[in-house]
Nanobody, 123 residues
Framework: QVQLVESGGGVVQPGGSLRLSCAAS????????IAWFRQAPGKEREGVSC????????YNTDSVKGRFTISRDNALNTGYLQMNSLKPEDTAVYYC????????????????WGQGTQVTVSS
């Protein structure tokens, strides 16, 4: 059983930055894809970024390309999401999730989820 704990959310002004962390316990993440999803009020959960376990290839949804960077530190069993040039439309609860194997952007493909961390972008 994998437990995931997100941290790093908060309130930031437009154009600002935040770094989210996803700390795992219960299993090593070496063979898991790590993904970040987000859910805004009244909207469906959306896949944002994903990083593969094997070669570290990353994938980002179009709306965050060039602004968000996903990374992982297998030694620390932790994933990260660096968010720069934040916009009000990035406001959402951000969740990390992991699955064995390759990256997917469908939430139902993921077996383990964190509790979520709120990101609010507002002036």
């Amino acid at each position: 059983q994998v437990q995931l704990v997100e941290s790093g959310g908060g309130v930031v002004q437009p154009g600002g930055s935040l770094r989210l962390s996803c700390a795992a316990s219960g299993a090593t993440l070496d063979y898991f894809a790590i993904a970040w999803f987000r859910q805004a009020p009244g909207k469906e959960r959306e896949g944002v970024s994903c990083i593969r376990p094997s070669d570290g290839s990353t994938y980002n949804t179009d709306s965050v390309k060039g602004r968000f960077t996903i990374s992982r530190d297998n030694a620390l069993n932790t994933g990260y999401l660096q968010m720069n040039s934040l916009k009000p439309e990035d406001t959402a609860v951000y969740y990390c999730a992991v699955r064995l194997g390759v990256c997917k952007f469908d939430a139902y493909e993921y077996d383990y989820w964190g509790q979520g961390t709120q990101v609010t972008v507002s002036s």
